[in-house]
């Protein structure tokens, strides 16, 4: 059969309608392969263009637009523009059904490049003269104005020819828009358009036309999350009434009229804009309003009864400060600047006598931010207020008013930092008082005065540069300028002695901008003071007499001393990192005690809490450790040297100092700190340390007894042999910070591949399944997921998979092995699937499908309920970015994808294994975006309701088969959290469910013994009443009464939210 000819398609496609887009994409495909003209396709279309039935003349049109919207933006040449820009012009004259359809065309082709330069004129003109904009639906309007906005951005050359034509007919087109969307459209396209053509007398005209919106009153739908928010348009409208200087003269005194006004929202928005006036309008535009705009602005800031316009102010005037200071060119204009400060000075001088009341804290955020606009306005200030504040701490007031104007002096300090003002040029000789001021307040943290002590630190930190500055000649005698050594002296004792861990990290900030300054001093008065203790040591005999309160505070002061010190080494960098670090590392490694052992892991975590601290040299930091120090094979060296060596043949500890290295803890410390080295240190550097270290575990490499000789260790151990002592066979640990650090370069995987990575498999599996010493298997599983998921395909990965499901299956199907076991193997499982799921791998999908075949084992099943816990969670050891993994984007997304395989399962579940799936499912819908749960919801609902029963509800342990109490807690804790966040979406498909989930949250509230169970359920009933007040009504009073019990809770939190759910649902109903 012959295919149908373009005319009887087109004609079907006129009657129909049907498929328009298809077809009209079909046409256009031909035009582009010249196989039609489009010339000619307009002559097919004459029947319909020329039909004298509107509808008929419109569908026609329809299609011509639709094939123009399918073309390419360049296949169209000037001539066929210009062609169908005179046709669609002459079309706007048509009937007004057709209208819409002519638009249409119109906005594709004025997008197109080789539009005629004649045609925007011509396109503008017509439908300035054809179309009253306001008339037409929101849509027409919504592409009026593309239209519009397209050739201001396209074309503006060609239509600046139109003259003052253009803005009349723009502001026609324009006044008494009533629609949100289009306004917000217009917003964002009016400056472009006024910026682009000049306005010339219509400027007032079309500054009214945009400024009878301001201030924006608008409330958006509730129940509409895709609503435009009236931020949203006060903000673009913002932009429109600054957009050009001529608008000053109309825009300011607008703004003078509404901050008069007593409407909060008017005054908000004012104060936005005239922020957005300071960057667009000169002074010579401001200047004859800027005294009364002043004034208002000042009245808003003090006495600043209302703190969100206060806030609002603020900014404001700093900008004015920063425009006057930055465009004032002629003498009147510097006057005014100088005589605007005057005045502010002089409105908050009397409030900065008076720190007790709460208008000194108005006075002194209007001076800072007046300060903090310029330098001159900043020296202008302080030269005026800090001798004024300085006076005050020199009266010696009481704490709490010592505190306040310190905190406000080293405000004025970082305002002068910020802007490059010279403290001791703006004021030689009172700058001088400061750092003894501030050292008093310091020492006030030695007698328990936290606030005031943390000021003094925060200012001494602040004046480090000021204790050079020798010249004190007019400064009152109580107020000359401390010795170094006198501060030196307070920051030793502050570190050791201080309780408080926010003023020892004031401390610590200040010791850290000393040695900035003054390295040598620092060097020689502090660290080379508290160094030589840190490797001291303590007899047996000596600790005996101290006791251990006495020994309890003799360790803390050391656990201070090697922080602070680790600390300003890594954070300060040279000279003390080489001078510090290798002192530390010295002193962890030649404790040899078991007394010393406290000493070792306050020496590794301080190191560690370093690094991590050293945030802009850390990478600096660790390749010194690594190349110039070996930190990571010495202290991996060192532990396993303390782990052979101190125990005999049949592994019995010689001597005290085994316990140390039985210490789990301790040994998870070296673990961090040996990852946090080797992930950051370059890909060569990791090989180098692969070959050199992990021959030191692995017994079957042919380097195994090199690297031991090296290591000065015995030729004869296996430290991963299933037959070894578990102090042997933990140290698994640190084989996997060494490879979970590493990253996954081909360096990397060929020196993997040289020690025989392959074998470690082996190993592995058997200590994570069969090992007695819980924390090596837990170890070797998540080592083993860290391979997994980033060794390459072409490393045996599949045959890998296959061997660990085989060696895995078989235990969990015996119910005969010890349930360790099993459970054992269930945790291997997960951190398979999530090291699978994480990198991508076309298996996750089969794992985790075993993984939910396991939550139906009864004693192993709720293992697997957990472990969806920790696939959803971000890992905080290995399987992470930072460390290198394969995270592929949206992975809990996929995973959330298994529910309705969990749904279908847990149906199927006998009642004992219930409470695993929904464990589970707990866990997996509390790791994805709420949006993704509403369309699940039908098969949610019930699983819910299910969850959310109570044990003492009588047949909830046959029901759900939740037994722990812990496990229960997280159970509703997870499904209230995702129950609140689905009524927060206002879902309709709760609001059927009603007379289920209220009573069983009402139980909840009144009975669960977990406060933060309470709290949540209470939640829940809050958000109930966001629903239709018809659907609540029935459950009103049930509600009040069932909820007076919850106001008796013993915890004040809960009582709290009781009130707050019980007033919302009495006012269900209530008028207004």
Known sequence: MAAPSLDDKLREIIKEQDNLKACCHGIASDIQLKTLLFVDLIDKLRFALTDQDPQVRCRGTQVLACVLQSMPLDFLQEDELHYISTF?????????????????????????????????????????????????????????????????????????????????????????????????????????????????????????????????????????????????????????????????????????????????????????????????????????????????????????????????????????????????????????????????????????????????????????????????????????????????????????????????????????????????????????????????????????????????????????????????????????????????????????????????????????????????????????????????????????????????????????????????????????????????????????????????????????????????????????????????????????????????VEGHPMDSAAKMFEDCSLLNEVATLVSLIVRTVSSSAQASLILRLLPLFFHWSFLNEKCLEEADLPKNIKLLDESSPWQQTQTVILVEALIGSLRREQEVCDALSNVGIMELFEQLLSLAIFNPHPPTRLSSSRLLGCLINKLPEEMHLTKLLADLKAAVTPVLEDSIIPDWQRISSVKLHVWVTKALLLRGHEDADIWIERLIGILGKEKIGIEAAVGFQEIMNQSEGYLNSDCHAQIRILYRQRFYLTLPKLVESYRKASLSTRGNFLLALAHLMSGVPRSLLLDDLPDIIPLLVESLKQPHSGDVVDTIGIHDGQEEKLLLISTLETLNDILMSLNTTLSEHLQTFIPKLLNIARSSKHMVVRQKALSCIYHFTKYPTILLLPFKYKVIQGLAPCLDDPKRLVRQDAVRARCQWFLVGAPG
């Open 88 to 648: 669609l012009s002459d079309r706007l004259k048509d009937h007004h059904s057709v209208i819409p359809a002519v638009l249409q065309g119109i906005l594709a082709i004025v997008a197109m490049r080789h539009l005629p330069d004649e045609a925007p004129v011509l396109i503008m003109t017509t439908m300035f003269r054809e179309i009253s904009c306001q008339s037409q639906l929101h849509s027409e309007r919504k592409v009026i104005y593309s239209i519009l906005n397209t050739l201001t951005l396209n074309k503006s050359d060609d239509l600046k020819k139109m003259g003052p034509d253009l803005i009349a007919g723009v502001i026609q087109f324009i006044d008494g828009e009533r629609d949100p969307r289009n306004l917000l459209f217009l917003f964002n396209m009016l400056p472009v358009f006024v910026e682009t053509f000049p306005l010339g007398h219509l400027t007032g005209e079309v500054f009214d036309v945009m400024s009878c919106y301001f201030p924006v009153d608008f409330s958006p739908p509730a129940n509409d999350p895709n609503a435009v928010r009236r931020e949203d348009l006060a903000n673009s409208l913002a932009h429109c009434l600054v957009a050009i200087p001529p608008f000053a003269e109309y825009c300011l005194p607008l703004l003078m009229e509404k901050l008069d006004s007593s409407v909060r929202v008017a005054k908000l928005d004012s104060l936005h804009v005239l922020e957005e006036a300071c960057l667009k309008f000169s002074v010579e535009d401001m200047e004859t309003h800027l005294k009364f705009l002043w004034k208002s602005i000042l009245k808003e800031i003090l006495p600043g009864t209302d703190k969100d316009v206060q806030d609002a102010a603020i900014p404001v005037l700093k900008a004015l400060i920063r425009k006057l200071s930055a465009d004032a060119v002629d003498k009147d204009q510097s006057k005014l600047l100088i005589e605007l400060l005057t005045q502010t000075i002089g409105a908050s001088q009397n409030f900065l006598s008076e720190v007790d009341s709460t208008l000194f804290v108005s006075a002194a955020k209007m001076l800072l931010a007046s300060a903090r606009a310029s330098s001159f306005s900043c020296h202008f200030i302080i030269t005026r207020v800090l001798p004024e504040l300085i006076e005050q701490c020199l009266k010696k007031p009481n704490p709490n008013v010592l505190s306040n104007v310190l905190l406000t002096i080293s405000n004025f300090l970082e305002v002068c930092h910020e802007v490059r003002v010279d403290i001791t040029e703006a004021l030689p000789d009172w700058s001088q008082c400061l750092p003894g001021l501030f050292l008093s307040a310091a020492s006030e943290s030695m007698v328990e005065n936290g606030r005031l002590g943390m000021e003094g630190w925060r200012g001494l930190t602040l004046t480090v540069p000021l204790l050079t500055c020798s010249s004190t000649a007019s400064l009152p005698a109580q107020a000359s300028p401390p010795s170094q050594e006198h501060v030196y002296q307070l920051i030793c004792q502050t570190l050791e002695e201080a309780e408080s861990v926010q003023i020892r990290n004031s401390c610590m900030e200040c010791l850290k901008a000393q040695a900035k300054h003054y390295p040598k001093e620092v060097m020689d008065l502090i660290v080379k003071k508290l160094i030589p203790d840190l490797g001291s040591r303590i007899s047996d005999d000596e600790q005996l007499e101290k006791g251990s309160e006495d020994f309890s505070k003799y360790q803390a002061l050391k656990r201070r001393r090697w922080s602070s010190m680790c600390e300003l080494a890594c954070c300060v960098g040279e000279p003390f990192t080489s001078y510090v670090i290798p002192k530390v590392i010295s002193a962890v490694i030649n404790l040899s005690s078991c007394h010393e052992g406290g000493k070792s892991s306050v020496g590794i975590s301080c190191l560690k809490k370093a690094i991590e601290l050293a945030e802009t040299n850390r990478d600096s930091l660790c390749e010194y450790l690594n190349s110039e120090l070996c930190a990571p094979a010495v202290l991996i060296n060192w532990w396993l040297r303390g782990v052979v060596s101190v125990r005999d």
